[in-house]
C-alpha cells in the first residue's frame, strides 16, 4: 500500500509569488490534514478534510492560504502571495474513516520563501 | 487553549535507556500520542494512551497518567538509529481530528 506523498519535496519562492502544495492522501482514507512545522517550533494544525468538507479550518493563518480537496481524493494548498513567514515544512496527513488514533504523515515539503 | 511540554533535547549512549517526559494541558482529553521524525522524513506513529498505564511495543514503551496530565515515552536498549526527533501530541476531539503536538525532543544517541 502507498503511503502518502507530498508534491514537491522542496520549493524556493520569491515573497509575493505564489506556489501549491500537492498531497495524495493513503487511498481510502476519508481525513485529510495539513500540518505546518516552521524552524524550531512544534508542529501546528492547518486544515482538516473529511472527504471533500472542510471538517475544521481554524489553524489556516490568514486568507492567503487556501486549501482544496475536489472528489475528496487529493489536496492542494496554495499560498498566494507567499509571505517570509510563510517558511517551513508542510506535512500532509491521513487516516481512515472511523476509529482512527494514528495519523500517516507524508514526508512534507520544505518551503523557501525569499 | 491547549499545551504540550517536553524536553528540548536528550542525549544517550547505545545500549541505554532514556524516558521522554510529556506534561500536557488540555480542555478535554482524548489521548496521548507519540511521533518519531528522523531528519528530514515523516513523521511516523509510535504509540497510543487513552487509559492510564503503561503499554509496551517492542524496545518502546509509553506510559500515561492522566490525573497528573503527564505521560512518557521509554526507549530501551538504544541504537544509533533511535536517533530523532519525538514528539508527544494530543487530540483536539474524538477519533479522525486533527493533532496538537508538543515541540519535540531530540534525541542523539552516540556509541
Known amino acids: 500500500e502507498a503511503g502518502v506523498t507530498q508534491f514537491p519535496s522542496h520549493s524556493v519562492i520569491e515573497k509575493g509569488q505564489t506556489v501549491t502544495l500537492r498531497c495524495d492522501p493513503i487511498s481510502g482514507h476519508d481525513n485529510l490534514y495539513w500540518y505546518r512545522r516552521v524552524m524550531g517550533k512544534e508542529i501546528k494544525f492547518l486544515l482538516h478534510?473529511?472527504?471533500?468538507?472542510?471538517?475544521?479550518e481554524s489553524g489556516m493563518p490568514n486568507n492567503r492560504f487556501l486549501a482544496e480537496r475536489t472528489g475528496g481524493t487529493y489536496s492542494t494548498l496554495k499560498v498566494q502571495p507567499a509571505e517570509l513567514e510563510d517558511s517551513g515544512v508542510y506535512f500532509c496527513?491521513?487516516?481512515?474513516?472511523?476509529?482512527?488514533?494514528?495519523?500517516?504523515f507524508g514526508p512534507g515539503t520544505r518551503l523557501t520563501v525569499t | 487553549g491547549q499545551s504540550l511540554e517536553q524536553p528540548s533535547e536528550v542525549t544517550a549512549v547505545e545500549g541505554a535507556i532514556v524516558q521522554i517526559n510529556c506534561t500536557y494541558q488540555?480542555?478535554?482529553?482524548?489521548?496521548l500520542s507519540w511521533y518519531q521524525q528522523h531528519d528530514g522524513g515523516a513523521p511516523t506513529f509510535l504509540s497510543y494512551?487513552?487509559?492510564?498505564g503503561l503499554e509496551e511495543t517492542g524496545r518502546f514503551s509509553s506510559f500515561l497518567s492522566r490525573s497528573d496530565s503527564y505521560g512518557y515515552l521509554l526507549l530501551q536498549e538504544l541504537q544509533m538509529k533511535d536517533s530523532a526527533s519525538y514528539f508527544c501530541a494530543v487530540r483536539d476531539g474524538q477519533a479522525g481530528t486533527a493533532l496538537i503536538f508538543g515541540k519535540g525532543t531530540t534525541l542523539s544517541v552516540s556509541s
Open positions: 494512551n487513552a487509559l492510564d
Open positions: 478534510f473529511v472527504k471533500e468538507s472542510k471538517q475544521d
Open positions: 496527513a491521513s487516516s481512515p474513516q472511523t476509529g482512527a488514533h494514528e495519523q500517516y
Open positions: 488540555t480542555s478535554g482529553f482524548y489521548g
